[in-house]
């Protein structure tokens, strides 16, 4: 059993952790500021501990006695605000600025480890080839702020660092998910790619199973997707058929770290954990989200 401190615990991949965490037999705690993120971690088994993720000192207290540390902040704009790039201030902030503060805190407070959350559409356009972990990533969009999280978490802290790039999370409670569903009720696509683009996805439930396994893989670099990504034309499909119609109207192509082409594989994660999706989330939720 392990002491675990997770910062962004209160989200929708974080309380998810919580509950695979303390299912694994590891004592959990949740840094928050608010009343209802205390009494959410609490209704989870999880103790809660004030602190101020901005502030290094704040978060030493918090950590103190930690054997690994997670950081899952993010602040993810809601779909219709996601194309004004001002509407990301906050999680690029969180991702910079958060992200050191945790990483020093952390190396200060002893624990062993610093499990760092990141995405996979930091890869360059991969047309079909399949994209590890040594793939070339590029900056742009919202992908600059996640790797230099990645570097704060490599760089300002000397114990094991684990990075996890995850695929789109996919749930029902997901922003984007229920944004997509609502679009190809009336009929029309949100892929930002050509059809024939991969797409990396994840169910955030199996998102979340990732985080324990986290914990005993050596230092490095994971992605946390599908074991077999979709292409936009097979997501389309999937939700056109969940929504009873013949298929989806395609928009215009558009620019971005979204509409490359990211045939992302987690072979690396699954093969030193033991950890794989149960669901390829991109196709299979549709149907279960609706009924």
């Given at each position: 059993?392990?002491?675990i401190?997770?910062?962004?615990?209160?989200?929708?991949?974080?309380?998810?952790?919580?509950?695979?965490?303390?299912?694994?037999?590891h004592?959990?705690?949740?840094?928050?500021?608010?009343?209802?993120?205390?009494?959410?971690?609490?209704?989870?088994?999880?103790?809660?501990?004030?602190?101020?993720?901005?502030?290094?000192?704040?978060?030493?207290?918090?950590?103190?006695?930690?054997?690994?540390?997670?950081n899952?902040?993010?602040?993810?704009?809601?779909?219709?605000?996601?194309?004004?790039?001002s509407?990301?201030?906050?999680?690029?902030r969180?991702?910079?600025?958060?992200?050191?503060?945790?990483?020093?805190?952390?190396q200060?407070?002893?624990?062993?480890r610093?499990?760092?959350?990141?995405?996979?559409?930091?890869?360059?356009?991969?047309?079909?080839?399949?994209?590890?972990?040594?793939?070339?990533?590029?900056?742009?969009?919202?992908?600059?702020s996640?790797?230099?999280?990645e570097?704060?978490?490599?760089?300002?802290?000397?114990?094991?660092?684990?990075?996890?790039?995850f695929?789109l999370f996919?749930?029902?409670?997901?922003?984007?998910?229920?944004?997509?569903?609502?679009?190809?009720?009336a009929?029309?696509?949100?892929?930002?790619g050509?059809?024939?683009?991969?797409?990396?996805?994840?169910?955030l439930?199996?998102?979340?199973?990732?985080?324990p396994?986290?914990?005993?893989i050596?230092?490095?670099?994971?992605?946390?997707?599908?074991?077999?990504?979709p292409?936009?034309?097979?997501?389309?499909?999937?939700?056109?058929?969940?929504?009873?119609?013949?298929?989806?109207?395609?928009?215009?192509?558009?620019?971005?770290?979204?509409a490359?082409?990211?045939?992302?594989?987690?072979?690396?994660?699954?093969?030193?954990?033991?950890?794989t999706?149960?669901l390829r989330a991109?196709?299979?939720?549709?149907?279960?989200?609706?009924?």
């Open positions: 059993m392990s002491e401190v997770l910062t962004g615990s209160t989200g929708v991949l974080g309380r998810r952790a919580v509950s695979e965490l303390l299912a694994a037999g004592r959990v705690t949740g840094v928050t500021r608010s009343a209802p993120g205390r009494e959410r971690l609490e209704s989870l088994g999880a103790r809660a501990v004030d602190g101020d993720v901005f502030d290094e000192a704040s978060l030493r207290d918090a950590f103190d006695g930690a054997d690994a540390v997670v899952l902040l993010t602040h993810i704009p809601t779909p219709d605000r996601m194309a004004d790039p509407a990301w201030a906050e999680n690029d969180l991702r910079i600025e958060a992200s050191a503060a945790i990483a020093r805190a952390v200060a407070a002893g624990a062993r610093l499990v760092q959350e990141s995405i996979a559409f930091v890869y360059t356009e991969g047309g079909e080839t399949w994209l590890d972990e040594d793939a070339p990533v590029t900056g742009g969009g919202v992908t600059s996640s790797l230099t999280a570097r704060n978490a490599r760089e300002l802290f000397d114990g094991d660092t684990v990075v996890l790039r695929g996919m749930g029902p409670d997901s922003g984007s998910t229920l944004a997509t569903l609502q679009a190809a009720h009929g029309t696509s949100t892929a930002a050509p059809p024939g683009a991969y797409r990396p996805t994840i169910w439930d199996d998102a979340a199973a990732a985080i396994a986290a914990l005993s050596p230092a490095g670099t994971y992605n946390v997707v599908d074991a077999d990504p292409t936009n034309a097979e997501i389309d499909a999937a939700l056109a058929a969940a929504v009873g119609r013949d298929a989806l109207r395609r928009q215009a192509p558009r620019d971005g770290p979204m490359r082409s990211q045939r992302v594989s987690s072979r690396r994660l699954r093969e030193a954990s033991g950890w999706p149960r991109g196709t299979e939720i549709w149907s279960q989200i609706t009924r």
